[in-house]
């Protein structure tokens, strides 16, 4: 795989008169070309100073920055401003001009590269298709929704065909069903354009939704990251367990230990795994039983992607046995009780 973001021991410390702000310390941070890697904190983890230091729109205090080849922190500022025509930013708040229409807020940064009159105008009109907008290019801003902003921003982040997009909380101002189809057109240009995505965020949905690979911040240090669906299934930071619950079914352990005669597990399945069969066949086997009590479909990215929660009615001998069986053929399974 192709490294195409390296953040190498960086720190960011903010310093005035009476207070020092350890904003990022030492964080090595690797994103592959063509993923989308979400990195997700609370308020004030250091999330907007990481995504502004890959651009350098923030400079780091110590530690090196490589876009591409290109090592960032190497270049004067009239190169940065160079290279950082080809790494796309969009906002939570839009960041659009509000006294410019549509098609002239995206055609700022062609502007700025000297493109040629008429090439602007068919490449405005390309990007007005391609985020959703093409009916809407003599509007202003005002006149739009807060997703169809937000599309003006994408479209103006795609216009000079960069190969990084840095999405700074984007769907946060957003309704629930505006960010899903935000998110939606996000999967939609890192797959048809091939743009590898870095983008911060403080909700799970948008990790589970389109993010390949994510990383936990927390007070400047990222502490935990990795695939998404390992860190799903197996968080080990009480900050990460506690993003991950904003996602789960939320499970009253009480009132299933006041119902409960056997032991409870949960069955995670990813794919067209058919999970129940299994279980019966392995359930079958021995002397025991089961119930089911709770089972959920969602997707992660675009798998499909469930979890079971099963009481196991048997001798410890024959649960024992079923846990390790289920295991065996795939499917993660955690006890409960
Ligand atoms: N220009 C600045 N000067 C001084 N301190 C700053 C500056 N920018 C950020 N900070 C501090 O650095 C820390 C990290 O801020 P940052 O904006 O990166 O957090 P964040 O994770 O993006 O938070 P949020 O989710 O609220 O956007 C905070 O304590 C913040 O107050
Ligand atoms: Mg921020």
């Not at 001009?97 to 490449?123: C, G, H, M, W």
């Not at 985020?131 to 921003?153: F, I, M, N, T």
């Amino acid at each position: 795989m192709l490294l195409l973001i390296e953040l190498t021991g960086v720190s960011k410390v903010y310093q005035s008169k009476d207070s020092v702000v350890h904003a990022l310390r030492d964080i090595d941070l690797k994103v592959e070309k063509g993923e989308i890697f979400g990195i997700i904190g609370h308020s004030g983890a250091g999330k907007s100073t990481l995504l502004r230091c890959v651009n350098l729109l923030e400079k780091p205090t110590s530690g090196t920055v490589k876009v591409g080849d290109v090592v960032m922190t190497g270049l004067s500022e009239k190169e940065l401003q160079e290279r950082r025509k080809k790494i796309g930013m969009i906002f939570q708040h839009f960041n659009l001009l509000s006294t410019a229409t549509v098609r002239e807020n995206i055609a700022f940064p062609l502007k700025i590269s000297k493109y040629p009159k008429k090439a602007i105008k068919q490449r405005v009109d390309e990007l007005l298709e391609l985020v959703g907008l093409a009916e809407h290019g003599d509007k202003y801003p005002a006149q739009l929704s807060g997703g169809q902003k937000q599309r003006v921003g994408i479209a103006r982040a795609l216009a000079n065909d960069p190969d990084v997009l840095l999405s700074d909380e984007a769907t946060s101002a957003l309704d629930p069903q505006t960010t899903d189809s935000i998110l939606e057109l996000l999967l939609d240009i890192n797959r048809k354009l091939g743009i590898t995505i870095l983008l911060i965020t403080h909700e799970m949905h948008v990790i589970r939704a389109i993010c390949d690979r994510v990383a936990v911040m927390e007070q400047g240090r990222i502490i935990e990251s990795g695939e998404v669906l390992d860190v799903f299934l197996n968080p080990q930071h009480a900050t990460t367990k506690e993003f991950v619950s904003q996602v789960s079914e939320e499970l009253d352990t009480e009132i299933l230990r006041s119902k409960a005669e056997g032991r409870i597990v949960r069955i995670h399945y990813m794919g067209e795994m058919a999970y129940e069969p299994i279980l019966y066949e392995t359930v079958r086997a021995t002397d025991a039983t089961f119930v089911i009590l709770q089972g959920t479909v969602s997707r992660m990215k675009e798998t499909p992607y469930g979890q079971l929660i099963v009481e196991l009615r048997g001798s410890q001998e024959d649960t024992d046995q079923i846990i390790e069986r289920l295991r065996s053929r795939g499917l993660e399974v955690n006890i409960i009780l």
